[in-house]
C-alpha cells in the first residue's frame, strides 16, 4: 500500500493514468452515427426521384408539398403520401432508431463500482472502487459490431421504402383498371340498350324470331351482371390504394387521375445486372451482415479472459492508505467456447443468405426484364389498333340498321369490340406493373 502523501508525489504516473481513462470515458458517450432517417430520405430519393421526409413524430395523416388532393390523386401523389404516411413503413422506420439505441449502449463503458466498508470497533474505514478494465477491449469490437449493424437496418430500411413505391404504383395500376372495366361495362350497356332497342323493332316487324330476341335480352342481363361485378371490384381497390397511401378513408369527391403508361425500351439484360448488383440495398445489407457477424465474434473471443481493476483505500491511525490492484478472470473452465461456436454458425448464415440474396436478385431482374419486354410488345399492339377500332361499334350498328348484316353478325361484333377494350386496359395495367416490378428489381428507377 501507498501513504497517501507517496500516491500524490508521483502525479506523472498517475496523471497519464487518469488521461487515458478520461479520454475513454468520454470516447464512450459520442458514439455517432450517420446511418440515420435523413439518410434513409435521400437513399431513397436518390434511386427512385420521391421524398420521404416526414417531419415531427406525430402519427396524423401528412400531405406532402407535390400532392393536391381537390384535383385528384395522380400515381406520383399516391406512392409520396405512402412514403409519408403508410402505417408499416413507419413502424420499420423505428427499426433504424432502435439500432442506433443499441450503438450507443454498445459504446457506453460499465459504471464502477464502489465498495465502502464503515468502521466497526477496530476495524478502521474501508472502501473499494471496481473497474471493469476488460471493457477497454471488448469496447472496439462491440462498436465496431454496432456500427454495422446500424448501417445494414438503414440499407434494409431503404429497401423496404423502393419496395413500398413498388406496391403502391401495383396498387394504383390495379385500381386503374378496375376504373377501366366501369367504363368499358357502361359503354356496353349502353351499345346492348341501342341493340335491345333494334331488335325489339324488327321483332316487332317480323324481321327477326323470337329465339334471337330472347338471346338480346340475355345478352344485356349478363352485361349489367358485369358491371356490377367490377363497380365492386373498383371499390375495393380503391380502399386497398387509400390503405397503402395512409387516407384512412376516401376523402369525398376524390378521383384517381387516369395515368398512360410510357411505353419506353429499356437497355440490355447483362447491364440491368450489374446495375441491380451495384444498387440492390438489400444485396448491400446481406454482405454487410456478413462483417457484422465476424465483428460480434471478435467480441466474444476477446470475451475469454475478465479483468478488474481495483482502487482500495482505509484509513487507520488518521492516515489514508490507498493502493491499486486487480481482478482476474483464469479462462480454465469456460472459455466463452458456446458463444463463439453461435457466432460461427450466425457467420456461415449470413454468408449462404448473401448468396441466396444474390441468386434472387438475379432471378428478380430476369422475371422483371422479360415481363416488362412482354408487356410492351402487348401494349404497343393494341395501341396501334385504338384509331380503328373505336368506329366499330358505330359502323356494325349502322350496316345492321340497314340490314346489310344479320343480328348474330352485329352482336358478336359487339362482343369482340368489348374484349378489345378489356385486353386494352389490361395491357396497358400490365405495363404499369411491370416497370414497377423491373424499377424494384434494379434498385434504381429505369422507367
Known amino acids: 500500500m501507498h501513504r497517501l502523501d507517496s500516491f500524490i508525489g508521483q502525479p506523472y504516473r498517475w496523471g497519464k493514468l487518469y488521461l487515458v481513462?478520461?479520454?475513454?470515458?468520454?470516447?464512450?458517450?459520442?458514439?455517432?452515427?450517420?446511418?440515420?432517417?435523413?439518410?434513409?430520405?435521400?437513399?431513397?430519393?436518390?434511386?427512385?426521384?420521391?421524398?420521404?421526409?416526414?417531419?415531427?413524430?406525430?402519427t396524423n395523416l401528412q400531405i406532402p408539398d407535390n400532392v393536391n388532393l381537390y384535383d385528384g390523386l395522380s400515381e406520383d401523389e399516391a406512392v409520396s403520401l405512402a412514403l409519408y404516411n403508410n402505417a408499416q413503413f413507419q413502424t420499420d422506420l423505428l427499426d433504424l432508431s432502435i439500432a442506433n439505441a443499441d450503438l450507443v449502449t454498445a459504446g457506453q463503458l460499465p459504471n464502477p463500482l464502489l465498495s465502502i466498508i464503515l468502521p466497526t470497533g477496530t476495524d478502521p474505514?474501508?472502501?473499494?472502487?471496481?473497474?471493469?478494465?476488460?471493457?477497454?477491449?471488448?469496447?472496439?469490437?462491440?462498436v465496431r459490431a454496432a456500427h454495422q449493424e446500424s448501417e445494414r437496418t438503414a440499407l434494409v430500411l431503404v429497401n423496404k421504402g423502393l419496395q413500398l413505391i413498388r406496391d403502391t404504383k401495383i396498387a394504383y395500376a390495379n385500381n386503374q383498371i378496375a376504373n377501366q372495366l366501369v367504363s368499358v361495362g357502361s359503354q356496353n350497356i349502353e351499345l346492348r340498350g341501342q341493340l335491345a332497342q333494334i331488335v325489339y323493332k324488327q321483332y316487332e316487324a317480323g324481321e327477326l324470331s323470337e329465339m334471337?330476341?330472347?338471346?338480346?335480352?340475355?345478352?344485356?342481363?349478363?352485361?349489367?351482371?358485369?358491371?356490377?361485378?367490377?363497380?365492386?371490384?373498383?371499390?375495393l381497390s380503391q380502399l386497398q390504394l387509400m390503405l397503402?397511401?395512409?387516407?384512412?378513408?376516401?376523402?369525398?369527391?376524390?378521383?384517381?387521375?387516369?395515368?398512360?403508361?410510357?411505353?419506353?425500351?429499356v437497355v440490355g439484360l447483362e447491364r440491368l445486372l450489374d446495375t441491380a448488383f451495384a444498387k440492390r440495398t438489400d444485396l448491400k445489407a446481406a454482405q454487410l451482415a456478413i462483417e457484422a457477424k465476424g465483428s460480434q465474434l471478435g467480441w466474444e473471443k476477446s470475451k475469454i479472459v475478465s479483468l478488474m481493476g481495483i482502487l482500495s483505500a482505509r484509513r487507520e491511525n488518521g492516515e489514508l492508505f490507498?493502493?491499486?490492484?486487480?481482478?482476474?478472470?483464469?479462462?480454465?473452465?469456460?472459455?466463452?467456447?458456446?458463444?463463439?461456436?453461435?457466432?460461427n454458425a450466425e457467420m456461415k448464415q449470413?454468408?449462404?443468405?448473401?448468396?441466396?440474396?444474390?441468386?434472387?436478385?438475379?432471378?428478380?431482374?430476369?422475371?422483371?426484364?422479360?415481363t416488362y419486354?412482354?408487356?410492351?410488345?402487348?401494349?404497343?399492339?393494341?395501341?396501334?389498333?385504338?384509331?380503328?377500332?373505336?368506329?366499330?361499334?358505330?359502323?356494325?350498328?349502322?350496316?345492321?340498321?340497314?340490314?346489310?348484316?344479320p343480328y348474330l353478325f352485329y352482336l358478336e361484333t359487339l362482343r369482340r369490340f368489348t374484349e378489345y377494350q378489356l385486353r386494352s386496359a389490361d395491357a396497358a395495367a400490365a405495363l404499369s406493373i411491370a416497370a414497377a416490378n423491373l424499377n424494384y428489381a434494379v434498385g434504381v428507377k429505369q422507367l
Open 322 to 343: 490507498i493502493g491499486p490492484g486487480v481482478n482476474l478472470g483464469v479462462p480454465i473452465f469456460n472459455w466463452n467456447q458456446g458463444n463463439i461456436q453461435r457466432k
Open 212 to 235: 334471337e330476341a330472347s338471346l338480346a335480352i340475355s345478352d344485356s342481363t349478363i352485361a349489367r351482371q358485369d358491371i356490377i361485378r367490377a363497380a365492386n371490384t373498383a371499390q
Open 21 to 58: 481513462a478520461i479520454t475513454v470515458l468520454i470516447c464512450s458517450s459520442c458514439v455517432t452515427t450517420r446511418f440515420d432517417e435523413s439518410y434513409i430520405t435521400q437513399s431513397i430519393e436518390k434511386l427512385s426521384d420521391y421524398g420521404a421526409g416526414r417531419e415531427g413524430s406525430s
Open 125 to 142: 474505514l474501508k472502501g473499494t472502487l471496481n473497474l471493469g478494465i476488460d471493457a477497454l477491449w471488448q469496447r472496439p469490437a462491440r
Open 350 to 370: 449470413a454468408a449462404w443468405q448473401y448468396v441466396l440474396t444474390k441468386r434472387t436478385v438475379r432471378l428478380e431482374v430476369n422475371q422483371a426484364h422479360a
Open 373 to 405: 419486354n412482354n408487356a410492351l410488345l402487348n401494349a404497343q399492339l393494341w395501341e396501334s389498333n385504338v384509331l380503328a377500332m373505336d368506329k366499330v361499334p358505330e359502323q356494325a350498328r349502322k350496316a345492321f340498321e340497314a340490314g346489310e348484316v
Open 244 to 265: 397503402i397511401t395512409g387516407l384512412d378513408s376516401i376523402p369525398k369527391g376524390l378521383e384517381v387521375k387516369k395515368s398512360k403508361p410510357s411505353a419506353t425500351t
